[in-house]
C-alpha cells in the first residue's frame, strides 16, 4: 500500500475509500483483490477475511473501539478456540528455519523431540528418557503406546478425524496431521520432505500444532503473553488487553457462573487466577496416591476392625490437610468436594503385573512374602470384569466401614480450622454414581450426624450443602426423586456418555471413533461435545424434574464438557447455573458462556 | 373330619353346610378354625389359605369346574412362581427320613452332596469332582467361588434377600437360608440340628430349595410330571390337567406373544415343547466356542487379508448348518438371529492366565512359542479395561473385515437351503448394541446387498426383516430415529439395566445386592424384575417414540426379564407384542401374559 500511494496517489486514495466503505459494510476485516488497469481500479473479490486467533481478538477489539460494532458483537467474533490457541507456548518464528512440512493443525500446542517412524522404537526412546515425536502414514489403534510415550504425533495423511487427530485431542497431546508433502519410508526408519530435506530417525523436529507447521531442530520456544495475563494479571497493550476487554464483557452478560476442577490448593489458586468463581469438582481419590498409598492399603487389607480404624485414623489429619489448603486458595467460593469414587482395588497393583511378578519368583524357586501373598489374594478377590460398573461411588460410601465418615470429618474439621483462622469455607459435599433417591438418603444421613458432631464439639457451625452427581441413565430419570435430598446437582457428563452410549472412553476412542467420524456416524467425538439427543436429553429431564422438585436446586456440570465451547452453549440454553472445568478452560468457559448469553438458545437446538 | 362323621353327625352336617358357604362366599380354599363345646358347633375364625403350588392349580381347577369360580378367576389364581416350583425335580418324600433342618426356600430345586463348611473346600472338593453342598452361617461376597462350585448352599442365617439366597437365585443355584435349627461350627467343619444330629464335614445331605426343607442322605429324586407334559405332551389327569387347562385359558386370553432365547435345534425344539411361538434371540457367539475357538482365532490374529478370508471361509459352512438347524426345529415361526455380540478378545485366552504361564515358564528358561508370544501380544493389544464398554456388537460388525457378511451369508444359504426342502424358514436379523440410526444404517447396508447376492444368485427370495437390539439408554432414547431403520426392536433388557444403572450384574451382585436389599435400596433385584422408574422408563420412551416413527413396528424384549411374573405384567402393560425368555420360562411366560391380559395395566402402574 505504501508502494502504491507513491506511485498512483490516485488509486490509492480511491482504494483506501472503497476499503472504508466495505469495512464498514461488513463490519469486519475484509480480504479484497483489486487489479489497476491503465490507471483504473478493478475491484475484483472481496469476503470477510480467515484471521488467525491473535487478529481475531485484535480486530474484534478494535471495531468495537472504533465504534463500528459493539462491545457485543465483538464478543461474538471471537470464539473459545481462538482463547485456547492463545494459551500456548509457541514457536518464537523469527529464530526458526523454513518449515520442513505443512499439515492440519489437529490439536493445539508446541513440542520439541526426536522423530521416531514406529510406535516400539517411540516407547523404547520414551522409556529412556528422550523425548520423542511419532511419525507414521497414518496411525491405528495398535500405535496407542508410542502415541502416549511421544510429545508429538506427525501424520502424512488423514484429516481431523483420522485416528492420530481424534486420539491426541482426546489426550491433549500436540498433533499435526495430513503432512502429505513428506514422503514416508517406515521400513528405511527415515521421511523426505517437498524441499529434499530427509528426516532420519533421531533427528530433532518441531511440531507446532497450533498452526500445522513442523520445523527443523529444537524451534526455541515463546510463553504466552496471554498465559502470563493469566498467571499474573499483567495487561500490557494490544493483544492481551484485547483478549481482557473481551472477556470482561463475557463476565458482564453471562448467565452461566463458571467454577473449575481443581484437586490441589496450587490448582485451586490458579483457577481462581483464572477466573474461577469456585470449584465444582474437587476429587479426592487424588489425595489417596502416594506416600498414602501404604495407609490405603492398610485400610483395604484390614482384618480387624481396630486395623481398619488405624489406618483411617492415620488418613484423617492428611485428608483434613488436604481440605485447609484448598478452602484457604478458594476462601470466600463455594468448594464441591466429592467423596472418593473409584473402586478400592484401583489403590492396589495391577493384578496382571502382580501375578506375573510372583508366578516367575515362585518358578524361580522363591516363594511370595506374606505380604505379597496377601495382597495377591485381596487383588484376586476384588477383581472386577467391568470396573467402571462396579463397587465404586456412593456404593463404596455405604459399605466401606468408616470411610464416609473418615472423609466428612476431615472436611467438617477443616471447616472449623478455616473459621477459627478468619476465613470464610464454604464447602459443598458432592455423592459420587447415585441411582436412587435412597442411596443419597442413607448417606446424607451419615454426613450430616458427622458434620453436626464435629460442630458441636467445636462450637462452629456452617452449613455444608450436600448433593449429587448425576452421571448415571438412572438418576437422570429419577431426578425429580433424587431432589428431594439434593441441595444441588452436577452433571458428571463423563461418566453419563459413557453410560448412556454404553462405551468407555478409555477403551473405544482409540479403538474405532475415528472409523466412526469416517463414517459419519459421528459428527464429533461425544467426549468432546455434549451428545445433544441422548446424554443431552437425559440433561433437560433432570433439569426439568429436579426444578419442578426443589425449585431453588442448584445446577451444575463438571464433566470435561464444562469447558467445550459448543458444549457450553448447550448447558446455557438447558437451563444450568454453571460449568466446571479444568483451570486452563476457565476463560474458554467465561468467554462462551458470555458468547451463549448473547446468541440465546439457538446454539444448542440448531445442533 | 371322618371321625367327627362318626361322632357327631349333627355337627358335621353343620360344618360341612358352613364349609359349602364359605367356599362359595370366598371362592376359594379356606383355612378354618372350629370348637364343638357340648354338642355347640362354634366357628371361631377363617381365612383364604395357603398352599403349595401343586394346590394352588389343583384347586383353582376343581372350583372352575364345580363353576364356584371363571376360568378367568381360575387364572388369576395361580402364578408364575406357581409353575416355576412345579417344574424342578423334587425330593420323593415318601422314601426320605424326617428333616433334619427347615429354612426358607430361597431358591427353587432338589440338590445332593456333601456337607461342606467353607469356599476353600468347596472349591478343591469340587475340582476332585465331588458333589458339595455350602454350609454357612451366612454368605459374603468372599465365598462366590465356593457357590460357584457347590450344587446348593445352605445357611442358618437370612432371609430371601441375604446374599446367599440373592447371589443363588442369579446364578440359578438351589438355596435354603436362614435355617436357624443350624448350630454352626464352622472352626470345627461342622454343625448340629435341632433333632441333636451332628452334619460333619463331607455328610452327604439334601437341600430341597423349593419346600426349605433339608434331609439326610442322598434323598431320591423324582423328575416333574408337569415338566414331563411339557416334554412329551402327556397329559394325565389331576394336577398336569390343571396345569395344562389353566396354560390354555391363558393362552387364549393373552395379548403378548411368548418367544424363547435359544441357541441350538435342541434349545429351539424344547422351546417349542413349551408352548414358544418363535425364537425371540438366538446368540451366534455360543457358536464360535468349542471346536471352531481355533478358526475365531485364526480369524483375529490373521495377518494378511488372504489369511482372514481363509478363516471366515472355514467357519461359513459351520454357520450355515447352525442356522439349518434351528430353522428347521422352529419351521414357520420367527428366528430372530442376533449378529455377532462379544469382543473378539473373548475368544482368546485370559489375560492373567496367559501372562502367567508365559511368565513362569521363562523364569524356568523356556520361552514362549511363536504362537504363545503372538497370542500374548493379541491379548495385551486387544485388552480392555472394560469390556462390556467396548468393542462389540455392531461396533464389531462395522469394523471387523467380512464378519457380518460371512454371518449374513451363512444365515441366506440356510434360508435358500430350508425353502429347497420344502420348510417355511422365517429368519430375522438382529443388530446389537445399535447406539445411533446410522450405525444401523450402515449395517443394514451390508446386510441386505449380503442378502440380495444370495437370494439372487439362488434364485430363492425370502424377506428377512432386520432389527435391532434396544439396550443401550442412547437407543431409547433416540428409538424414533431408529425406528426408520428398523423393522422389530428387542429390548436386551439385562444390559439395558446394566448401563441405565451403571453397574455389571456379574461384578456387583454378589458384591452389595444383598446389602442393598437389607438397606431398603432396592425392594427387588434390578436384574429380577425390571426397575419401572429408570429402565422401564427407557421402554416406555422407546415404544412410544418408535411406534410414532412406524406404526408396524413389532416390538420383544429377550433379556431374563421376558420370563420373570411381575416383569411380564409390565412389558404387557407396556404395549409389547412379544417377550423372549429361556426355554424352561415359556410355561410362566405364557401363564403370566394371560394373567396380566385379565389385570390390565394395573400391575405395572401400582408398582
Known amino acids: 500500500m505504501a508502494d502504491l500511494e507513491r506511485i498512483d496517489p490516485a488509486s490509492y486514495a480511491q482504494l483506501s475509500e472503497h476499503l472504508r466503505t466495505l469495512e464498514t459494510h461488513y463490519r469486519d476485516l475484509c480480504d479484497i483483490e483489486f487489479t ?30 472504533e465504534g463500528l460494532i459493539t462491545q457485543d458483537e465483538a464478543l461474538a467474533r471471537v470464539s473459545g478456540d481462538d482463547a ?30 526426536a522423530a521416531v517412524f514406529d510406535c516400539a522404537e ?3 526412546r520414551a522409556a529412556a528418557g528422550e523425548k520423542v515425536v511419532l511419525v507414521r502414514q497414518e496411525t491405528t489403534p495398535d500405535d496407542l503406546p508410542g502415541m502416549v510415550a511421544a510429545q508429538a504425533v506427525l501424520t502424512s495423511r488423514g484429516g481431523k478425524t483420522s485416528h492420530a487427530a481424534v486420539v491426541a485431542r482426546g489426550m491433549g497431546k500436540v498433533c499435526v496431521c495430513g503432512a502429505e508433502d513428506l514422503v514416508m519410508n517406515p521400513a528405511g526408519r527415515r521421511c523426505t520432505t517437498a524441499g529434499g530435506s530427509t528426516i532420519e530417525e533421531g533427528t530433532v523436529i518441531s511440531v507446532d500444532g497450533s498452526t500445522g507447521t513442523v520445523y527443523a531442530g529444537a524451534a526455541p520456544l515463546v510463553d504466552s503473553v496471554v498465559m502470563k495475563y493469566f498467571e499474573t494479571g499483567e495487561r500490557p497493550d494490544g493483544l492481551v488487553d484485547a483478549v481482557a476487554r473481551t472477556l470482561d464483557r463475557a463476565d458482564g452478560v453471562r448467565r452461566l457462573g463458571v467454577r473449575a476442577n481443581a484437586d490441589t490448593p496450587e490448582d485451586a489458586a490458579r483457577a481462581r487466577r483464572f477466573g474461577a468463581e469456585g470449584i465444582g469438582l474437587c476429587r479426592t481419590e487424588h489425595m489417596f496416591l502416594g506416600d498414602r498409598r501404604k495407609l490405603v492399603e492398610a485400610m483395604i487389607l484390614a482384618h480387624t476392625d481396630s486395623a481398619r480404624v488405624q489406618a483411617l485414623d492415620a488418613l484423617l489429619p492428611l485428608q483434613r490437610q488436604d481440605f485447609v489448603g484448598i478452602l484457604e ?22 493384578r496382571t503385573a502382580l501375578s506375573v511378578r510372583i508366578a516367575a519368583a515362585e518358578a524361580r524357586g522363591n516363594p511370595p512374602s506374606a505380604h505379597d501373598a496377601e495382597l495377591l489374594e485381596a487383588v484376586n478377590r476384588m477383581h472386577e470384569e467391568n470396573p467402571m460398573l462396579g463397587l465404586r461411588g456412593v456404593r463404596l460410601g455405604l459399605l466401606a466401614p468408616g470411610l464416609t465418615a473418615m472423609q466428612v470429618r476431615a ?71 433424587i431432589a428431594q435430598e439434593a441441595e444441588f446437582f452436577s452433571f458428571g457428563t463423563n461418566d453419563l456418555t459413557q453410560t448412556t452410549w454404553g462405551f468407555s472412553r478409555d477403551d473405544v476412542e482409540a479403538a474405532f471413533f475415528s472409523a ?32 419442578a422438585a426443589r425449585p431453588d436446586l442448584k445446577i451444575g456440570v463438571c464433566g470435561e464438557h464444562g469447558g467445550d465451547p459448543a458444549s457450553v452453549h448447550f448447558f446455557h440454553a438447558a437451563g444450568l447455573d454453571y460449568v466446571s472445568c479444568s483451570p486452563f478452560r476457565v476463560p474458554v468457559a467465561r468467554l462462551e458462556a458470555g458468547r451463549a448469553a448473547l446468541t440465546g438458545t439457538e446454539t444448542s437446538d440448531s445442533r
Open 122 to 124: 517411540a516407547v523404547r
Open 36 to 65: 489497476i488497469e491503465r490507471g483504473t481500479l478493478w475491484m475484483l473479490q472481496t469476503r470477510v477475511g480467515k484471521r488467525t486467533a491473535e487478529a481475531a481478538f485484535a480486530i474484534a477489539a478494535d471495531l468495537a473501539e
Open 84 to 113: 485456547v490457541r492463545l494459551m500456548f507456548p509457541r514457536f518464537d518464528t523469527a529464530a526458526v528455519g523454513d518449515p520442513l512440512a505443512h499439515g492440519i493443525p489437529a490439536s493445539p500446542g508446541a513440542a520439541v523431540g
Open 329 to 350: 486458595a478458594m476462601d470466600g467460593l463455594p468448594v464441591t468436594i466429592r467423596l472418593l469414587d473409584p473402586p478400592l482395588h484401583e489403590f492396589l497393583p495391577d
Open 411 to 481: 472436611l467438617a474439621e477443616a471447616v472449623v480450622e478455616r473459621k477459627r483462622a478468619g476465613g470464610d469455607p464454604r464447602a459443598e459435599i458432592m455423592v459420587p454414581l447415585i441411582d436412587t433417591v435412597e442411596e443419597l438418603r442413607l448417606v446424607r444421613e451419615e454426613v450430616e450426624e458427622t458434620l453436626a458432631a464435629v460442630f458441636e464439639a467445636s462450637g462452629v457451625a456452617v452449613h455444608c450443602p450436600v448433593g449429587t452427581m448425576i452421571e448415571l441413565p438412572r438418576a437422570a430419570l429419577t431426578a425429580g426423586q
Open 516 to 547: 466412526y467420524l469416517d463414517k459419519g456416524i459421528f459428527k464429533v467425538s461425544p467426549f468432546e461435545t455434549i451428545d445433544p439427543e441422548g446424554v443431552g436429553r437425559l440433561v433437560r429431564i433432570a433439569v426439568a424434574e429436579g426444578r
